[in-house]
T-cell receptor, first 114, second 116 residues
Framework: DSGVTQTPKHLITATGQRVTLRCSPR?????VYWYQQSLDQGLQFLIQ???????AKGNILERFSAQQFPDLHSELNLSSLELGDSALYFC?????????????FGEGSRLTVL | AQKITQTQPGMFVQEKEAVTLDCTYD???????LFWYKQPSSGEMIFLIY??????QNATEGRYSLNFQKARKSANLVISASQLGDSAMYFC?????????????FGEGTQLTVNP
């Protein structure tokens, strides 16, 4: 158990819908990262937050948004969903933004868009 | 150019034997870190081992060791005494301190199958 909690574990929805994925980082970790794992794109970095502020942005679509709340949990919002958004979405956390060591991953949220 | 290259889409090994999973990387950042993660069929990403670019010795964690050859830009994972539970997808990843901060860039993975 990495200590990073993601909910829901599985989600099935339809095209055009909006979903929210939630992540609770390890106790004491201030930095949260979101990754997308799809069959055709592999593991792609989406976005990073540190102590409530956006720190780095990767290949995140405009239809997607994220935030980190004062209690340090984070949410990834996916809207106007398309079939191609079906993927495993990981949240990871670390103590500091520079992350000199291990990045702890949650078990992922598997999104299926029908 | 690919930053992380894993040239073996699939590997097979007999139980109790050692196996090497290849990883080469490309960076001009003087400070970087290399990671290996295991992803079993259940989907979670499990950290295995880490090597910093300034580390003089190869990292080891139990049955896992990282064969770090800086001049060749390779960071191969060696699993000794393979077990059936080692069957999984293995990802090599890199963190470039100056170029990309703390995000990780992942390779495409190697699917390892351990045969009884």
């Amino acid at each position: 158990d990495s200590g990073v909690t993601q909910t829901p574990k599985h989600l099935i929805t339809a095209t055009g819908q909006r979903v929210t994925l939630r992540c609770s980082p390890r106790s004491g970790d201030l930095s949260v990262y979101w990754y997308q794992q799809s069959l055709d794109q592999g593991l792609q970095f989406l976005i990073q937050y540190y102590n409530g502020e956006e720190r780095a942005k990767g290949n995140i679509l405009e239809r997607f948004s994220a935030q980190q709340f004062p209690d340090l949990h984070s949410e990834l919002n996916l809207s106007s969903l398309e079939l191609g958004d079906s993927a495993l979405y990981f949240c990871a956390s670390s103590v500091d933004p520079i992350n000199t060591g291990e990045l702890f991953f949650g078990e992922g949220s598997r999104l299926t868009v029908l | 150019a690919q930053k992380i290259t894993q040239t073996q889409p699939g590997m097979f090994v007999q139980e109790k034997e050692a196996v090497t999973l290849d990883c080469t990387y490309d960076t001009s950042d003087p400070s970087y870190g290399l990671f290996w993660y295991k992803q079993p069929s259940s989907g979670e990403m499990i950290f295995l081992i880490y090597q910093g670019s300034y580390d003089q010795q190869n990292a080891t964690e139990g049955r896992y060791s990282l064969n770090f050859q800086k001049a060749r830009k390779s960071a191969n994972l060696v699993i000794s005494a393979s077990q059936l539970g080692d069957s999984a997808m293995y990802f090599c990843a890199m963190r470039e301190q100056e170029t990309s901060g703390s995000r990780l860039t992942f390779g495409e993975g190697t699917q390892l199958t351990v045969n009884p």
